[in-house]
């Protein structure tokens, strides 16, 4: 492919394809995005201040940032998500759930 | 600077229009200011232009990254309303409607203001309540309001889908002295009055780093050298993370999402209003440039993103309500679309706040809302910094609103910045 066609390429839309641990690649459009998943709910006798920071305050990364989608539209697996908030590449996929990783893992 | 009237039109006619000044100066940067905005956006400059202006502020200088008119000011579709029910806001949205109706007069500069009304339909009795309730309230508070039955609609605009529609139309809120205006003009209106009161607008400007002690900035490094400043304002929707990191303050309750627009070949007269279509899913608002174009937008992408591109699904998904709402729209070629990065913030309202840095103030989290509101912002942006006072209409857009549970939110979505729309 020529560099200008690489160049035009990459100024235009993109689809953003999700590689689903259960299902394979599908196009974002199956899937509903969720949020940052780097958020850690602090204890529920923890002070104001701290739930305050963890519901309404975000890091807003621009760059790598890990995020949750759902596959609503498929097996409704939560994923984990690396992706780029500038390019919109995707580093890595996995199930939230640390016990259906294992499952997806041992079905590939 | 030269004034645009008729006789000056006139009198630059027998020399080709070759002869008129600049617009605002390309002035080099100075080793300090005053006063430093950062972000040459509407709300910067209409922030820079107020403070020399209403209070009388000398050495101000205002950062961009880009050009002027590069950023938002040019990725935006023109409405101007002040449709707003909770206190604080519909003051705000009016005195921001208000700016408007006078701003060509103001900037000596045609912002082509058209109060052409802002149709916003509804499709079940339940809705209709929802915004008698809502319209009710902007009559109580001086706002001009009112609701059309169906008939009324049908004689407005004729060409609405009354026959087959999947929701059907029963009629419409509308505000009269809403409608739109030309984005660039309002963005250079504002950078040539400002710069005509001595504001010193950097182009091509970019802020690296921020050099700050404990509790204050000493000065910002930039693509055009370290500029030192006795007060700094942040006016940099979308990227007001990027800058707030930078200063070393955390995070906010902020996150960037992208809003697509859309802008069609020209065809002759077809609407006279701007029209609104929410039901369900859909998400979808329209108006007719001066040019002929169809200018229109939906929904956000739904998630994270600081490309100004947009993505193929909301192309699809604006296309759809287009044809449920408008069928004759159907052949109608789309000539260009692009995405603006916007502030979400948590509960759908702005801040307009000073900082845990003494002389840092913050303009951000204007989600869908920022065009219509930056006369405004600008307006109370250099009251805040000016006087160090919050004005009392914007005294609770701060960021201690959500810890206090005063969060500021029209649409009761909760704390999920891309609902919010």
């Known amino acids: 492919m020529s560099g200008a066609l690489v160049l035009i390429q990459s100024c235009t839309v993109d689809m953003i394809r999700i590689k689903c641990p259960y299902c394979g690649e599908r196009d974002h459009s199956e899937f509903t995005y969720g949020g940052d998943a780097s958020i850690k709910y602090p204890a529920l006798d923890a002070p104001e201040s701290e739930w305050t920071k963890a519901i309404f305050f975000r890091e807003n990364i621009r760059g790598m940032q890990k995020e949750t989608w759902h596959h609503t539209n498929g097996c409704r697996l939560w994923l984990e998500v690396e992706r780029s908030t500038i390019t919109h590449e995707i580093k890595s996929v996995k199930a939230c759930h640390p016990q259906i990783e294992k499952i997806t893992k041992s079905k590939s | ?421």
Not at chain 2, 71 to 89: D, K
Not at chain 2, 98 to 113: G, I, P
Not at chain 2, 142 to 155: F, M, N, R, S
């Open chain 2, 1 to 421: 600077m030269t004034r645009f009237n008729a006789w000056n039109v006139f009198k630059n006619g027998f020399t080709g229009q070759k002869n008129w000044d600049r617009q605002w100066r390309d002035p080099e940067p100075k080793k300090q200011y005053d006063i430093i905005i950062v972000g040459g956006g509407l709300h910067g400059l209409a922030t820079a232009y107020y403070l020399a202006k209403n209070h009388n502020k000398k050495n101000i200088a205002v950062l961009e990254k880009g050009w002027i008119g590069g950023g938002n000011a040019g990725r935006n579709t023109t409405i101007v309303r002040s449709n707003y029910m909770l206190p604080g806001n519909h003051e705000f949205y009016e005195h921001s409607l208000k700016l408007w109706e006078n701003l060509s007069h103001e900037l000596n500069y045609n912002v082509m203001f058209s109060q052409r009304a802002h149709v916003s339909l509804f499709h079940s009795p339940g809705a209709k309540d929802g915004a008698a309730r809502r319209y009710n309230i902007m009559r109580l508070y001086g706002t001009d309001a009112e609701l059309w039955d169906l008939d009324t609609l049908k004689k407005n605009i004729p060409h609405l889908n009354y026959y087959d529609a999947r929701f059907p139309i029963m009629g419409a809120a509308v505000q009269r002295r809403a409608g739109n205006a030309r984005h660039d003009s309002a963005v250079w209106g504002y950078a040539r009055a400002a710069d005509s009161l001595g504001v010193d607008i950097l182009q091509n400007c970019e802020v690296t780093g921020v050099k700050r002690s404990q509790n204050n900035i000493e000065s910002l490094e930039t693509s055009r050298g370290t500029i030192k400043a006795k007060k700094v304002g942040f006016a940099v929707a979308g990227h007001t993370s990027v800058l707030w990191q930078m200063a070393g303050l955390g995070n906010l309750p902020i996150e960037s999402h992208k809003l697509q627009a859309f802008v069609t070949e020209s065809v002759k007269p077809l609407l006279d209003h701007v029209v609104v279509y929410g039901v369900g899913g859909a998400h979808f608002y329209i108006s007719q440039s001066d040019k002929g174009s169809m200018v229109f937008g939906g929904d956000l992408d739904w998630y994270k993103s600081y490309a100004q591109r947009g993505n193929l699904p909301m192309v699809q998904d604006t296309a759809e309500a287009a044809m449920a709402i408008m069928p004759c729209l159907g052949r109608i070629r789309l000539l260009r679309h692009w995405a603006g990065v916007m502030d979400m913030s948590m509960d759908g309202s702005f801040f307009i706040c000073k900082t845990p840095l003494s002389n840092l103030y913050l303009n951000a989290g204007w989600n869908y809302g920022g065009f219509k509101a930056s006369p405004a912002s600008g307006w109370y942006f250099a009251d805040l910094i000016a006087s160090e006072q919050p004005h009392k209409h914007i005294q609770n857009h701060n960021l201690e609103r959500f810890e206090k549970g005063i969060n500021i939110d029209e649409r009761g979505a909760g704390p999920d910045p891309k609902l919010h729309g």
